[in-house]
């Protein structure tokens, strides 16, 4: 994208918790592979979309003794603990997001590259009522976007 097209997202936020104290606070023990899968998610500044497959290539780059199947599980501890959110834009392709603020997404199309858009830039309404007994948790909005 050019400069004059990146999507306005949160700002970056301050640097984050160090990984053991993230997931410590969560609720989660601290486990070799939750502690190096963190550190792959949550060490770096700045937010990240990935998926299971994208983090689990990640951790064989980093020579770390993990299966898929332990990466997915990680994936969606932090998810149930509030430490990530799960992007689902298509059946087949789900997205795990560090950033858990309230925002919606572009979804490059030709590359499958998340890109945040501030949730105060998008506004939905005249939403259906819910079934008896439920509630909206939240709306997601993902923007398809190819290159021209």
């Known amino acids: 994208m050019d400069a004059d097209q ?6 970056d936020a301050a640097p984050r918790k160090p990984v053991g104290e993230l997931l ?3 609720g989660l023990r601290p486990t070799r592979q939750r502690l190096a899968l963190g550190e792959l998610l949550f060490g770096q500044d700045g937010d990240r979309h990935v998926t299971a497959e994208r983090l689990y290539e990640e951790a064989l780059a980093a020579d770390l003794s993990v299966s898929l199947a332990t990466v997915y599980n990680a994936l ?8 990530l959110r799960e ?15 309230d ?7 030709d ?11 998008i ?5 259906p009522r819910p079934p008896e007994g439920l509630r909206v948790a939240r709306v997601d ?3 398809r976007l190819r290159r021209a």
Request: no cysteine.
């Open 24 to 26: 410590a606070d969560a």
């Open 103 to 109: 925002h919606h997404h572009f979804l490059l199309e």
């Open 76 to 83: 969606h501890q932090f998810t149930q603990a509030g430490l």
């Open 87 to 101: 992007i689902a834009v298509d059946g087949a392709r789900v997205y795990f997001d560090t950033n858990t603020a």
């Open 141 to 143: 909005v993902v923007v």
């Open 6 to 11: 990146t999507p306005i997202g949160p700002p």
């Open 111 to 121: 590359d499958g590259e998340l890109y945040d858009i501030s949730g105060a830039n």
């Open 123 to 127: 506004s939905v309404s005249d939403l």
